[in-house]
């Protein structure tokens, strides 16, 4: 069946501007999370969502990051006045539930560049 | 939090070969320890895990296994193979009630030599 899918799989844009990315889950899993990778480093939480509700964000930076998934689905990762040290790798994963270590299937990922 | 270290960095074998990863984790409530394989370019693969009740486990050339009281995981990967080639990221994870979120090495990125 189908993985999980990232749009788009690259994003170049200017210091300051707004940014979503996209991340559509494998069909049925209940829990979604967002990871961030930066060149040469293991991925690092940001938040993770069970349903529509994010259960923990702990990770976001700062309060320009924010992520929505609104009927349980497709997620938003959304970064405002975007800065050049947000440049990465956003990862994007999924998994059938929350508890006992579900595996995290992920998606290959939407690669950001800030001029 | 939770801090999860990972060694060597790097590790070059020779075809055929066995390669051990190692990594420590600091925080005694995580109970789930996965692997991810990473090729250049393409998305972390789950390629085995471990669950804190279980000491060892064994997936045809691959293996880990979990020291709980000393707080360390091992990836054995025998009989290495070229496409074995990756970066390999161990984790950490507070699952059935914690945080699920997933906490990651370095990662170690291994080269077999033909």
């Known amino acids: 069946g189908a993985g999980v899918s990232q749009t788009p799989s690259n994003k170049v844009t200017e210091k300051g501007k707004y940014v979503e990315l996209r991340c559509d889950p494998i069909?049925?899993?209940?829990?979604l999370y967002w990871y961030r990778q930066s060149l040469g480093q293991g991925p690092e939480f940001l938040i993770y969502f069970q349903g529509t509700g994010a259960a923990d964000d702990s990770g976001l930076p700062n309060d320009r990051f924010f992520a929505v998934r609104p009927e349980g689905s497709v997620s938003t990762l959304k970064i405002q006045r975007t800065e050049r040290g947000d440049s990465a790798v956003y990862l994007c994963?999924?998994?059938?539930?929350?508890?006992?270590?579900?595996?995290?299937?992920f998606g290959p990922g939407t690669r950001l560049l800030v001029l | 939090g939770e801090n999860v270290e990972q060694h060597p960095s790097t590790l070059s074998v020779q075809e055929g070969d066995s390669a051990v990863i190692k990594c420590t984790y600091s925080d005694s409530a995580s109970n789930y320890f996965p692997w991810y394989k990473q090729e250049l370019g393409k998305r972390p693969q789950l390629i085995i895990d471990?669950?804190?009740?279980?000491g060892e486990k064994k997936d045809q050339r691959i293996a880990v296994t979990l020291n709980k009281t000393a707080k360390h995981f091992s990836l054995h990967i025998t009989e290495t193979q070229p496409e074995d080639s990756a970066v390999y990221f161990c984790a950490a994870s507070r699952a059935q009630g914690g945080s699920e979120k997933l906490v990651f090495g370095k990662g170690t990125k291994l080269t077999v030599n033909p």
């Open positions: 994963a999924s998994s059938l539930y929350v508890g006992g270590g579900e595996t995290q299937y």
């Open positions: 471990i669950r804190s009740n279980v």
């Open positions: 069909s049925g899993h209940t829990a």
